[in-house]
């Protein structure tokens, strides 16, 4: 056992079992909203895991220990320390351990502390991607190479509606990372149901999903798999609302000079502002949304192996 893995008894139980078990990450809960809708928030999801079928398994970094699978108390104690957390992807693992840091993990860190616990599955909100303006900048998300070398399926609504989504689905392409559309041929673009491209498969069931991953892993063939899963239509925004929404958030993000891993949590937070609000309603929808969905793919492909 790795000294710095501390699993959860339930969640080791549900692996030692064979037994379906879903990763979650924790920035959502410190950057991503607000006290207490936060909190309400990671319990939502972790309910919700569990009605489908799966043990749910919040990832975060505390004490010197990566923690897979939360109590209830460490849950409400991110969720109350908010943006104090250290928003912690591959690079500020050892620092936030050695240091004995409170680290909320992206869907990075959360890749490869889920591949560590032997948990195949995840779902999140939206991974990250090429950020705009990247040809300058060269601001790419470490997401995108932990899905090239990391045996994880990350389940989510997209690649985050505020970034580059034409060069980070070409990236990912170079990569050989799989991007499929659950139920769909148009790729999701987070708080909105369509974005003008394609996923290169649509499978129509998580069975179907579940067997693809098998053959995937089966063959030594590394790297995870994109899941992108629509939002719900009742909750998803108008395209064009959004598209001028993110314009305006983004033009004061580069007056302002904000850069690296501060960006993502800005911008989500002015698209939120000039929504008014609705853009929070949205996320959490969507999230919960993928939760379901990644709780079915993990009971069908604990079924595979059987």
Same mark, same amino acid.
């Given at each position: 056992?790795?000294?710095?893995?501390?699993?959860?008894?339930?969640?080791?139980?549900?692996?030692?079992?064979?037994?379906?078990?879903?990763?979650?990450?924790?920035?959502?809960?410190?950057?991503?909203?607000?006290?207490?809708?936060?909190?309400?928030?990671?319990?939502?999801?972790?309910?919700?895991?569990?009605?489908?079928?799966?043990?749910?398994?919040?990832?975060?970094?505390?004490?010197?220990?990566?923690?897979?699978?939360?109590?209830?108390?460490?849950?409400?104690?991110?969720?109350?320390?908010?943006?104090?957390?250290?928003?912690?992807?591959?690079?500020?693992?050892?620092?936030?351990?050695?240091?004995?840091?409170?680290?909320?993990?992206?869907?990075?860190?959360?890749?490869?502390? /889920?591949?560590?616990?032997?948990?195949?599955?995840?779902?999140?909100?939206?991974?990250?991607?090429?950020?705009?303006?990247?040809?300058?900048?060269? %601001?790419?998300?470490?997401?995108?190479?932990?899905?090239?070398?990391?045996?994880?399926?990350?389940?989510? /609504?997209?690649?985050?509606?505020?970034?580059?989504?034409?060069?980070?689905?070409?990236?990912?392409?170079?990569?050989?990372?799989?991007?499929?559309?659950?139920?769909? %041929?148009?790729?999701?673009?987070?708080?909105?149901?369509?974005?003008?491209?394609?996923?290169?498969?649509?499978?129509?069931?998580?069975?179907?999903?579940?067997?693809?991953?098998? /053959?995937?892993?089966?063959?030594?063939?590394?790297?995870?798999?994109?899941?992108?899963?629509?939002?719900?239509?009742?909750?998803?925004?108008?395209?064009?609302?959004?598209?001028?929404?993110?314009?305006?958030?983004?033009?004061?993000?580069?007056?302002?000079?904000?850069?690296?891993?501060?960006?993502?949590?800005?911008?989500?937070?002015?698209?939120?502002?000039?929504?008014?609000?609705?853009?929070?309603?949205?996320?959490?929808?969507?999230?919960?949304?993928?939760?379901?969905?990644?709780?079915?793919?993990?009971? /069908?492909?604990?079924?595979?192996?059987?």
């Amino acid at each position: 056992m790795n000294p710095y893995l501390d699993i959860l008894p339930e969640v080791q139980k549900a692996l030692d079992n064979k037994e379906a078990v879903v990763a979650l990450e924790s920035t959502i809960i410190s950057h991503g909203m607000p006290y207490p809708k936060n909190l309400e928030t990671a319990f939502l999801l972790e309910s919700e895991v569990r009605k489908h079928g799966a043990i749910p398994a919040t990832i975060a970094l505390i004490d010197g220990k990566i923690k897979v699978g939360l109590t209830q108390d460490e849950l409400t104690f991110l969720a109350k320390e908010g943006t104090k957390v250290i928003k912690t992807s591959r690079r500020d693992i050892p620092y936030v351990l050695a240091q004995k840091l409170t680290g909320a993990t992206t869907v990075a860190a959360t890749m490869i502390a /889920a591949e560590k616990a032997g948990i195949a599955i995840f779902a999140t909100g939206g991974i990250g991607g090429v950020h705009r303006g990247a040809s300058k900048t060269f %601001d790419i998300s470490a997401d995108l190479q932990e899905l090239a070398k990391t045996n994880v399926a990350v389940v989510c /609504a997209g690649i985050k509606a505020i970034l580059d989504l034409e060069l980070t689905l070409e990236y990912l392409e170079t990569l050989g990372v799989p991007i499929l559309g659950y139920q769909t %041929d148009e790729l999701p673009a987070f708080y909105t149901r369509k974005s003008g491209f394609k996923v290169d498969y649509n499978l129509q069931n998580p069975q179907e999903i579940a067997t693809l991953l098998k /053959a995937k892993w089966d063959l030594g063939i590394a790297g995870g798999v994109v899941i992108t899963n629509p939002i719900p239509k009742e909750s998803s925004l108008d395209f064009n609302l959004m598209t001028d929404a993110i314009d305006k958030a983004i033009l004061e993000q580069n007056k302002l000079g904000i850069k690296g891993k501060e960006s993502t949590p800005f911008l989500l937070a002015k698209v939120k502002e000039l929504t008014r609000g609705r853009s929070l309603i949205s996320n959490i929808e969507l999230v919960r949304n993928n939760v379901i969905l990644a709780a079915k793919i993990a009971v /069908a492909y604990v079924k595979t192996y059987h």
